[in-house]
């Protein structure tokens, strides 16, 4: 579990109880939250088995990634193969389709190791999966099937990436773009063009409605336009921002800071959700403004080229150095070659560019990483002969083999981070407050940040208010009277127990108690006064 993963569960539960106000979100895109919503309509699993059940509904998207990704590939692998092989002056030798097949299928895996990790709790496999579909559309309109009918699906596949993910909605005008250019027929495409469009903005128009007018503006979704103040900008924190910095813009309402040393902050309304600062973003950090700068602009672009650079091509240099052996071999005519590519790596160059404008990660983009290489390693041909063919094997084999080492070297590095996960700490945590006399929906106060607790989805609680990270030290050394403030402060507001994941010797066992042998301590809070009767 993560904590991306613990807001899409909760908005997944609002649209499952019908709570449509709170389920309505700009920040988080709801398409995968719809998937959650089905599966734990469907299973009604316990909170014990919540997050097992996740995972076979994220299996079940990773099938219908890998179709579509094999349709995409085995498309773009027959145009290639059949274009080599037409009549020519200078007959060539391409990529066998045994070759083909085990490259493509190849890297795929690689990104199922390295980036769109099925068991990871995020809409990146379902987004990769509807850019696959996409692709494979894109290849059999370049091969100049025209069908109106194909046309719209291609724009309604456009307008539920945009519900998977934001930056879709941007890319959605370049992939339509790209589609008006690949047929030659100009009048047959303007029609197709708006058959794609209209099928787009029949999908993507009633969710923009709902959030713009939720927001009094426009907006197709927040995350990028506050993603640029966090990451480029840098005038906010991710949480409790309170208006520091005056080139960031004027707070419209953030979480409440009710003590200074150390500092304490409050959100238990108006937002719901387990952990409401990160259940929506865009209410609490309504007023952030992201703005230009070029020097900030720049660093973040050379940050996100270097981590394209580690993260991606780095573990792939063995397929790279590969395929640059045979392009130097394929000669000047590889450029032409991947240049007739254009329907796939113009839009993979493009989210690569929206990407690095705030940052990359292999998550984000694994879709279109393998648009490119589609683009690249169907460009590669060489002169017809026998010792081509070996080569090409012989290429095939050795490239397939070192990505499979790259595979291997990830998997074996994520077993030995999963050897002490056996034990469900998050249910023995959640099990642990129970017993403790906490019941679902109590609120709770987290000393440290709150982002990162999936017990307390576990176990039903709202996390209301927080000490964060860096004052949990001021906090142990404020002295009893100042700790004994902090604990008043949170009884007012309505909060039954403070959990840490840490607590000094020194503090007396009978104030903060063990949950049993998690490392974890609550420290508990008389329940409100009822008033009484006259």
């Keep these: 579990m993560n904590p991306d993963g613990i807001s899409y569960l909760d908005i997944a539960d609002s649209y499952l109880h019908g709570r449509w106000s709170a389920a309505l979100n700009a ?3 709801p398409l995968y939250s719809w998937v959650l919503a089905l599966d734990l309509g469907i299973l009604k699993p316990s909170a014990f088995w919540e997050f097992p059940a996740i995972q076979l509904i994220n299996f079940a998207v990773f099938l219908i990634a890998l179709a579509a990704f ?12 059949h274009a080599a092989s037409a009549p020519s002056d200078t007959p060539s030798e391409t990529f066998p389709r045994w070759a083909w097949l085990a490259l493509g299928y190849a890297l795929f895996i690689w990104t199922i190791a390295n980036a769109t990790v099925v068991s ?53 005008f370049v992939f339509l773009g790209v589609s008006f250019l690949a047929l030659r027929d100009r009048r047959k495409a303007v029609t197709r063009l708006l058959a794609a469009l209209l099928a787009f903005l029949l999908v993507t128009t009633p969710f923009i409605f709902l959030i713009s007018r939720s927001k009094g503006r426009f907006t197709f979704g927040e995350s990028g336009r506050l993603g640029y103040a966090w990451v480029v900008n840098r005038s906010a924190p991710f949480f409790n921002w309170q208006g520091a910095d005056p080139a960031g813009g004027v707070p419209r309402h953030t979480t409440r800071k009710i003590h200074s040393a150390p500092a304490l902050y409050e959100y238990a309304s108006p937002v719901s959700g387990t952990y409401p600062p990160h259940y929506d973003p865009s209410y609490w950090n309504d007023g952030l403004t992201p703005h230009f700068h070029f020097q900030q602009q720049l660093r973040v672009i050379m ?40 329907h796939l790596w113009i839009p993979a160059a493009a989210g690569f560019g929206l990407y690095a ?51 291997a070297e990830k998997m074996a590095i994520r077993i030995y981070e999963w050897k002490d996960r056996s034990v469900n700490l998050s249910w023995q945590i959640a099990d642990g407050l129970r017993h403790f006399g906490l019941q679902q929906g109590d609120k709770v106060a987290s000393l440290g940040a709150g982002y990162n607790n999936h017990w307390a989805r576990t176990a039903r609680l709202k996390i209301v208010a927080e000490i964060p990270s860096s004052d949990v030290g001021t906090f142990w050394a404020a002295g009893p009277q100042i700790q004994s403030d902090v604990y008043a402060i949170c009884a007012r507001i309505g909060v039954r127990a403070i959990v840490a994941n840490e607590v000094p010797r020194a503090t007396s066992a009978s104030a903060w108690q063990p949950i049993g042998n998690t490392g974890y301590y609550v420290y508990l809070l008389p329940p409100p006064t009822a008033a009484r009767p006259n």
């Design 303 to 342: 940050t996100s080229i270097y981590a394209s650079y580690d993260a991606l091509f780095l573990p792939q240099s063995g397929l790279i150095a590969c395929a640059l052996i045979l392009i130097l071999l394929s000669g000047s005519s590889f450029v032409r070659r991947f240049g007739e590519n254009w």
């Design 357 to 407: 404008l705030v940052t990359v990660e292999p998550r984000y983009v694994a879709g279109l990483l393998l648009m490119l290489w589609a683009a690249l390693l169907s460009a590669i041909r060489l002169p017809r002969s026998e010792q081509s063919k070996k080569l090409l094997a012989g290429v095939t084999i050795v490239a397939v083999l070192l990505l499979s080492l790259s595979v």
């Design 120 to 172: 990871q709790i995020t809409p990146d496999l379902l987004v990769a999966a509807l850019v696959y579909m996409i692709a494979a559309i894109l290849v059999r309109i370049r091969a100049g099937n025209a069908n109106i009918g194909l046309f719209f699906f291609f724009g309604f596949v456009l307008g539920l990436g945009y519900l998977g993910k934001t930056v879709m909605f941007l890319l959605g």
């Design 70 to 81: 094999d349709r995409f590939w085995r498309a773009q692998g027959e145009r290639y193969i």
């Design 27 to 29: 920040y988080w895109s």
